[in-house]
């Protein structure tokens, strides 16, 4: 049968190591509970190994280890795969869930959504047809029309799970655009593309919205001209009167109003705008109301602090993000619609995909509703978690962190060498470190303090400018982040402040002499 013995074991090892035994498969089981439960361990030992948020490692220092890989040269097996990725990756990635990370908006993640990752990678559903993920559409549907629910909407409501806000950001810009052109200008954009009036249309903004409204109307064709931001009030918020000038003003100069934005839960300040307001002027001026919503959305969560979000029902659209406030792994997050017959304006039907056929039918076609086609059934971790948790529990983590901040806020007040900038309705807070009869450039100082604690990577804030001056800030998301840690974050704070204050009056000392 073996003309050699080199052929005989070549069969020997063809039938005890399969050549495909990399791909999932029912006969590949035990080389998938292998290289998962590999895995497992290396994510225990980033647990365990990481006593602060960060490395503190720099690119020049990292950058050179990845000269060596060659990726036709592989490793025979994970624990070689793994100690490579440690080196390269685990031993400095930011640990969003330590105490002491309080820069962005990065939340910790809840256990049921990181169990349902495995499943949602390893069945790997695409949520954009019926006839590609079944019970996936269904459930996706279903948190839809809870999270709706929640917001205030009627049955009419709808939605779809996007990449993150930005994503929906657009499509409620998209919306916005498009529902204007067809209902005042029957154009229809979709099929014609923009009309003549487009360069007039206009958004409104406040000056503190994020900044992908702007990006937003770039791609959408509208220029970022077309965004107009409103200045705020004292508290950080979209001030109502000034946008009415400002519609006003467009108007007289041969502009077109299309849309008005509302944020609740500012980046920089966690300040919600008067939407209930906002509403009332875009009724006015005859405007799509889009809610971004990324940040604040967890107050949907809480009873104790859900009025700050009244007026969010009235929006035509509102953007969601899941993976910042409601504890979900990126990517997680919402767009939702006041009325599903909104999502006409975006549909389009392939034969070999989603059919009209198919709406006859009644076979629910995700896709219809996204801007994406191939999806992640990133609804099953919420679905786990919801399941597992309840909204109850979520939202008492989302009262610690309000009430945190706020006691973070008056630890600052009350302390005379920090100045802070705003009272938050949520959980940011701009500040900096300004010790009294303080001679130096105190932006320098605070930029200082901030890059000397990220290269020692023992607490992690963020740094923003207001009014051209750059400030520290505070974004808890955290619920195990404590008063006292926070305490301890302050004493670094000072005491980089108060070694950048040393350093310039050495170099002080050095030039006088």
Not at 57 to 78: Q, V
Not at 121 to 136: E, K, P, R
Not at 431 to 438: A, D, S, T, V
């Amino acid at each position: 049968m073996f003309t050699s013995d080199l052929e005989k074991h070549e069969f020997i090892d063809f039938l005890t190591e399969s050549p495909t035994k990399e791909i999932f498969h029912h006969e590949n089981e035990a080389e998938y509970l292998h290289a998962v439960g590999k895995v497992t361990q290396a994510v225990k030992k980033f647990l365990n190994n990481n006593q602060q948020p960060f490395s503190g490692i720099s690119p020049a220092k990292l950058r050179p280890l990845f000269d060596s890989i060659e990726f036709e040269k592989t490793h025979d097996n994970y624990d070689a795969l793994l100690k490579e990725v440690e080196q390269l990756y685990t031993s400095h990635a930011v640990a969003f869930h330590h105490p002491a990370y309080i820069a962005h908006l990065n939340c910790p993640i809840v256990i049921p959504a990181v169990a349902a990752e495995v499943m949602i990678s390893a069945i790997n559903s695409s949520i954009d047809t019926w006839d590609q993920s079944a019970g996936g559409t269904l459930i996706e549907q279903k948190l839809i029309e809870w999270t709706c629910d929640q917001v205030g909407y009627s049955k009419k409501a709808d939605g779809i799970f996007t990449s993150g806000g930005t994503q929906s950001n657009l499509m409620g810009l998209l919306l916005a655009r498009d529902h204007y052109s067809i209902t005042a200008l029957d154009h229809n954009i979709k099929v014609e593309g923009l009309p003549r009036e487009a360069s007039r249309f206009r958004i409104f903004v406040s000056e503190k919205a994020h900044f992908s409204i702007q990006k937003n109307a770039s791609l959408l064709g509208l220029g970022e001209n077309a965004v107009i931001k409103i200045k705020t009030d004292r508290g950080f918020r979209m001030n109502t009167v000034l946008l009415e000038d400002a519609i006003k003003r467009e108007i007289a100069q041969g502009n077109i109003p299309i849309a008005i934005v509302g944020t609740a839960g500012t980046t920089d300040f966690g300040n919600i705008d008067p939407l209930k307001e906002l509403a009332g002027i875009s009724k006015k001026y005859n405007t799509w109301f889009h809610i971004d919503a990324a940040y604040g959305c967890g107050l949907l969560l809480t009873d104790k602090y859900r009025s700050l979000l009244d007026g969010i029902e009235c929006a035509h659209s509102v953007t969601v993000d899941y993976h910042k406030s409601f504890f979900q792994p990126v990517s997680s997050s919402g767009f939702l619609v006041q009325d599903k017959n909104f999502f006409n304006l975006i549909t389009h039907h392939a034969d070999y995909l989603n059919p009209k056929d198919h709406d006859e039918d009644g076979l629910p076609n995700q896709v219809n509703k996204s801007i994406q086609t191939t999806r992640r059934f990133d609804a099953l971790k919420l679905w786990f978690t919801l399941r597992m948790m309840g909204r109850k529990k979520l939202g008492g983590y989302f009262d610690t962190i309000i009430e945190t901040a706020a006691k973070i806020a008056d630890l600052l007040h009350s302390d005379h060498d920090f100045e802070l900038m705003n009272e938050s309705d949520i959980s940011a807070l701009v500040f900096r470190y300004r010790p009294k009869n303080l001679r130096l450039d105190v932006c320098a100082m605070n930029q200082y303090i901030k890059k000397t604690m990220f290269n020692q990577g023992k607490a992690l804030v963020a740094g923003t400018k207001i009014n051209q001056q750059f400030y520290l800030k505070f974004t808890l998301l955290n619920p195990l982040t404590t008063i006292s840690d926070i305490e301890n974050i302050i004493k670094i704070i000072k005491k980089h402040g108060n070694e950048y204050v040393r350093l310039n009056q050495v170099s002080a000392d050095f030039r006088r002499n």
